[in-house]
């Protein structure tokens, strides 16, 4: 018997965070731009808007981006964000096992996979997707593809369970780290909220009808624990926490080893080398590879994407991928790709900043620790 799978793709975007090489202020082009359903709610609350891979969203609003980082890390903010609220963290490869895409896949308990891409990426991840559907189809299998448009809001920091818990019926106790459930929240119907986030806080992402998306936005900003946040502080929160970037740390020429995401290669999937590109990831996984992710911390001047790194005979060995002055810390904390014998924690490298070369050393990360929600 076959078994029937629907294949739900949500076309919005992946909000990973403000990157000054992905973001720029609108302009004349601002019409061709993307709008979340909540543009004009930004625009009222003082939202600086810009582009982002084809969306025009808020980097930020009123408040600093280090007074907005700082209350999500203390209080909770409030994100416009496409990023997937549930499931887990899965990757689309080519066969020379480059990641084409890193996103978030559901399995529900509706009987369907429910799948979000990244912003730049979701024109591409579509049109796998759909010739996959295509082939499936042509052996006779039973799959359909269905495209959404929902809004998504998330709600991270400390307090979010807390300011949330007041809007559900659900107890919020129950919904563990990277669990969803379906439920009303604050009188919207049809949400679903998931216990995640891309900052390393408690928090969680809510998946609402476009419809409800302000109502709902309003109704967590009446908690005066709540502000909002935008793309600056998302960026230096998610940098934080050791979370990558498509398209700065992770792309088509990085393999899940080289960017050290070899735990999303579940173990029936590395013994069967059924995906694109496994011939070549799965050797990388038994030995060492020429390059690895790494953290990065330095004092002096922040470490951005491309400066160079260099060993202590001053012979450039790599690149800074992302960074940034980090407001927990009030330390530079950077991630970047090096040689494998130069990856080990508390490596002394020196970095290239403005054509000054100052030292920096490699740092286990997250930088700052994680405090997502799990049962005791």
Same mark, same amino acid.
């Given at each position: 018997?076959?078994?029937?799978?629907?294949?739900?793709?949500?076309?919005?975007?992946?909000?990973?965070?403000?990157?000054?090489? $992905?973001?720029?202020?609108?302009? &004349?082009?601002?019409?061709?731009?993307?709008?979340?359903?909540?543009?004009?709610?930004?625009? /009222?609350?003082?939202?600086?808007?810009?582009?982002?891979?084809?969306?025009?969203?808020?980097?930020?609003?009123?408040?600093?981006?280090?007074?907005?980082?700082?209350?999500?890390?203390?209080?909770?903010? =409030? &994100?416009?964000? !496409?990023?997937?609220?549930?499931?887990?963290?899965?990757?689309?490869?080519?066969?020379?096992?480059?990641?084409?895409?890193?996103?978030?896949? #559901? *399995?529900?308990?509706?009987?369907?996979?429910?799948?979000?891409? *990244?912003?730049?990426?979701?024109?591409?991840?579509? /049109?796998?997707?759909?010739?996959?559907?295509?082939? $499936?189809? *042509?052996?006779?299998?039973?799959?359909?593809?269905?495209? =959404?448009?929902?809004?998504?809001?998330?709600?991270?920091?400390?307090?979010?369970?807390?300011?949330?818990?007041?809007?559900?019926?659900?107890?919020?106790?129950? $919904?563990?780290?990277?669990?969803?459930?379906?439920?009303?929240?604050?009188?919207? !119907?049809?949400?679903?909220?998931?216990?995640?986030? +891309?900052?390393?806080?408690?928090?969680?992402?809510?998946?609402?009808?476009?419809?409800?998306?302000?109502?709902?936005?309003? /109704?967590?900003?009446? *908690?005066?624990?709540?502000?909002?946040?935008?793309?600056?502080? %998302?960026? !230096?929160? %998610? @940098?934080?926490?050791? =979370?990558?970037? +498509?398209?700065?740390?992770?792309?088509?020429?990085?393999?899940?080893?080289?960017?050290?995401?070899?735990?999303?290669?579940?173990?029936?999937?590395?013994? /069967?080398?059924? &995906?694109?590109?496994?011939?070549?990831?799965?050797?990388? @996984?038994?030995?060492?590879?020429?390059?690895?992710?790494?953290? @990065?911390?330095?004092?002096?001047?922040?470490? %951005?994407?491309?400066?160079?790194? =260099?060993?202590?005979?001053?012979?450039?060995?790599?690149?800074?991928?992302?960074?940034?002055?980090?407001?927990?810390?009030?330390?530079?904390?950077?991630?970047?790709?090096?040689?494998?014998?130069?990856?080990?924690?508390? #490596?002394?490298?020196?970095?290239?900043?403005?054509?000054?070369?100052?030292?920096?050393?490699? !740092?286990?990360?997250?930088?700052?620790?994680?405090?997502? +929600? #799990? $049962?005791?």
């Amino acid at each position: 018997m076959q078994r029937a799978v629907s294949v739900v793709a949500r076309l919005g975007f992946r909000l990973q965070a403000f990157s000054p090489d $992905l973001c720029r202020p609108l302009s &004349f082009t601002q019409d061709v731009l993307r709008r979340t359903p909540l543009y004009d709610f930004h625009l /009222a609350h003082g939202g600086k808007m810009v582009a982002f891979a084809g969306w025009s969203l808020p980097v930020q609003y009123q408040d600093s981006h280090t007074d907005s980082h700082l209350h999500t890390r203390q209080h909770c903010s =409030l &994100f416009d964000v !496409s990023h997937m609220l549930q499931g887990t963290l899965s990757l689309f490869t080519n066969e020379a096992g480059g990641i084409l895409d890193d996103l978030i896949v #559901t *399995n529900t308990s509706e009987g369907h996979l429910y799948v979000v891409s *990244n912003a730049g990426c979701w024109e591409k991840d579509l /049109a796998l997707m759909q010739d996959k559907v295509r082939e $499936l189809q *042509n052996q006779g299998r039973d799959v359909g593809l269905e495209v =959404l448009d929902n809004a998504l809001l998330a709600l991270q920091g400390p307090t979010a369970a807390q300011v949330l818990q007041a809007g559900v019926a659900d107890d919020l106790r129950k $919904l563990p780290f990277m669990t969803s459930a379906v439920m009303e929240v604050f009188g919207v !119907s049809g949400c679903r909220v998931t216990r995640c986030g +891309y900052t390393g806080e408690d928090g969680v992402e809510i998946s609402v009808p476009a419809a409800g998306a302000v109502h709902l936005a309003t /109704a967590l900003l009446e *908690n005066p624990e709540v502000k909002l946040a935008g793309l600056a502080a %998302r960026d !230096s929160l %998610r @940098l934080e926490a050791g =979370l990558c970037l +498509y398209g700065n740390d992770i792309d088509e020429h990085t393999t899940p080893v080289e960017g050290s995401l070899s735990w999303t290669l579940g173990k029936r999937r590395r013994a /069967a080398m059924d &995906f694109p590109g496994a011939k070549v990831i799965v050797p990388q @996984l038994k030995g060492k590879v020429q390059r690895r992710r790494v953290g @990065l911390m330095c004092e002096g001047a922040p470490m %951005r994407a491309h400066s160079p790194i =260099l060993n202590m005979e001053g012979t450039m060995i790599g690149t800074v991928t992302s960074g940034c002055p980090s407001p927990s810390l009030k330390k530079n904390v950077a991630m970047g790709y090096v040689p494998f014998e130069y990856s080990r924690p508390g #490596t002394k490298l020196m970095v290239e900043v403005r054509r000054k070369q100052q030292m920096a050393v490699v !740092s286990k990360m997250p930088f700052v620790p994680t405090n997502y +929600y #799990t $049962l005791k």
